[in-house]
């Protein structure tokens, strides 16, 4: 997997065949670095459509008055352009963190 994002409410799968990316339940992947409850394993193929990773983090917060996001990406590429396009994404009650994932899996 490309991306874990990982959140303190259930996160909706998402399959975007035309863009080639998956956002699909977690299924027995062990990440101690996971703390929230629930959690989407990201497969992207195509690294130009990470805007919908972001807008499906953006949608996602719109249904909620909080919420907590935790990303873990693999590829240090991947890590920064997430960090530039969400790094400004500031609200008080949708705290977004994002990170390198530690495990090789």
């Given at each position: 997997m490309d991306i874990f994002i990982a959140s303190n409410r259930q996160l909706p799968i998402r399959y975007y065949v035309q863009e080639a990316v998956w956002i699909r339940r977690g299924?027995?992947?062990?990440?101690p670095e996971l703390t929230l409850p629930f959690f989407v394993e990201v497969e992207i193929q195509n690294h130009y459509n990470l805007q919908i990773i972001t807008d499906y983090i953006f949608d996602f917060q719109k249904q909620y008055k909080q919420t907590e996001i935790q990303l873990f990406i693999k590829d240090t590429a991947l890590l920064a352009t997430m960090q530039e396009m969400l790094g400004h994404h500031k609200h008080r009650q949708h705290?977004?963190?994002?990170?390198?994932?530690q495990l090789n899996l």
């Open positions: 299924g027995s992947t062990k990440l705290a977004i963190y994002i990170l390198p994932l």
